[in-house]
């Protein structure tokens, strides 16, 4: 294990009464830093997106290179609520694309009294698997009913494109995107852009979290392709992806597998037309996050959700044909639980990185927090 130079943490937003998670960061073409969040009211109990239609991405912005942060503020606007993870991707133009799943929700008795409930899952569903997830602990809640935790029932929803033409300021283009034949399309990173300027953006399939499969835009995000299958398979639950376009032109993902808890690579050799097979890494944290580094390597960030509770990343000399696993960095370490992790890595500047990340404090509050730090 190396150790993370000059580490310095520090927290970017806090607030006691909200549950804020799940940050991604961009640096924009101006230089603003971004970092868009999940952000719900704090409930004596952990529910994450798919539990919860408070939940609304939030932004944030540094100017001063992470001296000092904006107030945050929900993107695009107050319309998107039940919100899932966002990502954020800087076009080659300067555009800023925001990528937003959004739930339908409905009060349960409005729910009850709606003619069609072929597309509504109600809390015994969904809270039976929060209840079954070894994300949090759920073992008070077990006896609660639960119409009790979450008096709401949740429909299917919208993959969303929006885009901003002022660094992120205000978002004035919206794409709905039709994943069909997937149930919807779930995206928590940022696209890769070719240099021909096709994104490729990989999403889950949503809610289900087992596939994970890419759609494209020649356009700069305006108009998008029919989805095409990347990663599935009989005992796997992949979701999460993130992807890069390496030097010489091939796309790496990276993705999380719920069922067996290692991250799983896949590669694609004709601009994401096609991709390999997924290969399981010897890294047990998820979800994972990539970063060109200058000199060509990769860095692949992730949180780690075991004992000496934090943020840890390995490089890969070679575009992923390995990852340097005996020389892991430990970039925080000693939180207090496993509610953390989400990390994602800018360049910083002078050698330096930043990763943000979120996780608890000692009064128990989770926060968007950062480490300013070095390779060793």
Known sequence: MLEAREARHAVIYRDQYAYCAHA????????????VFNCALRRPFVLHPPEDPLFRNML??????????SVPQVVPNYERSGTECAGLTVLGDGT???????FDWYPL???????????????????????ASPEHDTSPFADRVPEAIAPWARGSGKTLIHLSKDHGASFTK???????????????RSAAELANGTLILLLSDVPNYRQVFAIRSGDGGLSW??????AAGPGHEFEEPAIICCRSGKLLAILRDNARRHLHQVESADGGLTWTSPRQLDIRGYPGHLLGLDDGRLLLTYGWRQPDFGVRAVIS?????????????????????KNLGYPATIAAGEGRYLTVYYGEDETGCTCIMATYWSLP
Not at 60 to 69: E, K, Y
Not at 317 to 337: A, F, K, M, V, Y
Request: net charge positive; glycine share 10%; with cysteine.
């Open 24 to 35: 991604h960061a961009a640096v924009a073409s101006d230089g603003t830093w971004l970092v």
């Open 60 to 69: 944030t912005r540094s100017r001063d290179r992470g001296a000092t942060w």
């Open 96 to 102: 800023i694309m925001l990528n937003q799943w959004c």
């Open 109 to 131: 008795d409005l729910a009850r009294r709606l003619p069609d409930q072929s597309y509504l899952s109600y809390p015994s569903s969904f809270i039976k698997g929060w209840l």
């Open 174 to 188: 919206t794409v709905a995107i039709d994943t069909a034949p997937f149930s919807g399309g779930y995206g928590m």
């Open 225 to 230: 392709s029919k989805p095409n299958l990347v």
């Open 317 to 337: 000399p070679d575009e992923g044909r390995s990852w340097q696993t005996s020389e892991t960095i430990r970039i925080r370490g000693g939180l207090p639980n």
